[in-house]
Nanobody, 125 residues
């Protein structure tokens, strides 16, 4: 049984930083495409960042390029999202997701078939 467990969310002031973690059980992340998605109230879930099989290539939404960094630790089977220079518009529930095949487009949520329960990120002064 595949289980993804996010942690690291919280409340932070604009300009602050957070690091999200996603521990994965029952699945080897080095053999999957992994992604971070977010969903704000009243909005659709959107792709934020993704990392290819083995971690060789990373992908980012334009809205987070230069501020967010996706990475993975294969030994710990854990995915991370380092978020810097946070803005109020980054406020959302953040989810990690996995798929065994390359999603097309890579930040589309439709091809990811395993999801975590989410962790809330709130950016406010």
């Amino acid at each position: 049984q595949v289980q993804l467990v996010e942690s690291g969310g919280g409340s932070v002031q604009p300009g602050g930083s957070l690091r999200l973690s996603c521990a994965v059980f029952g699945y080897t992340i080095s053999s999957a495409y992994m992604g971070w998605f977010r969903q704000a109230p009243g909005k659709q879930r959107e792709g934020v960042a993704a990392i290819s099989t083995g971690g060789g290539t990373t992908y980012y939404a334009d809205s987070v390029k230069g501020r967010f960094t996706i990475s993975q630790d294969n030994a710990k089977n854990t995915l991370y999202l380092q978020m810097n220079s946070l803005k109020p518009e980054d406020t959302a529930m953040y989810y990690c997701a996995a798929t065994p095949r390359r999603p097309l487009p890579v930040l589309s949520r439709y091809d990811y078939n395993s999801w975590g329960q989410g962790t809330q990120v709130t950016v406010s002064s």
